[in-house]
């Protein structure tokens, strides 16, 4: 057998900043989606993403508290309805985070 060949620090790259608040997989998810099909409403993403009423409300609270959604509440007849949006900041983060994170990929040996 040969001899496994051993990668010196500076061979392996460290990962750049990246912005947490959208590095966590739920969140991550919300934004990815919002990214691509620009508004939904709360039940779409709630189908979408396969998370609680309680828990995607969570993760929409903070991301609208750090500029990235923005959620807009409408009464209609009895029911509240939903819609949230990607803003230009949310949109500029998502953008940076995955050249950030296909940056640090390309950069790791086969």
């Known amino acids: ?10 061979e392996i790259p460290s990962l750049p900043p ?9 969140r991550l998810d919300i934004i990815a989606m919002l990214y691509v099909i620009k508004e939904s409403d709360f039940i779409f ?8 009423w309680g828990n995607l409300s969570s993760h929409l609270s903070k991301l ?3 500029g990235y959604v923005n959620v807009e509440k409408e009464i209609s007849g009895k029911k ?5 949006s990607l803003t230009n900041e949310g ?7 995955r050249q950030n994170i296909n940056e ?5 040996p086969e």
């Open 1 to 10: 057998m040969g001899k496994k060949e051993e990668k010196t620090n500076s």
């Open 18 to 26: 990246i912005d947490k608040l959208i590095h966590e997989p739920a």
């Open 45 to 52: 993403l709630k189908n979408q993403t396969g998370m609680t």
């Open 64 to 66: 609208e508290d750090a």
């Open 80 to 84: 509240t309805k939903t819609r949230v």
């Open 91 to 97: 949109r500029i983060a998502f953008r940076e985070y």
């Open 104 to 108: 640090f990929l390309k950069r790791i």
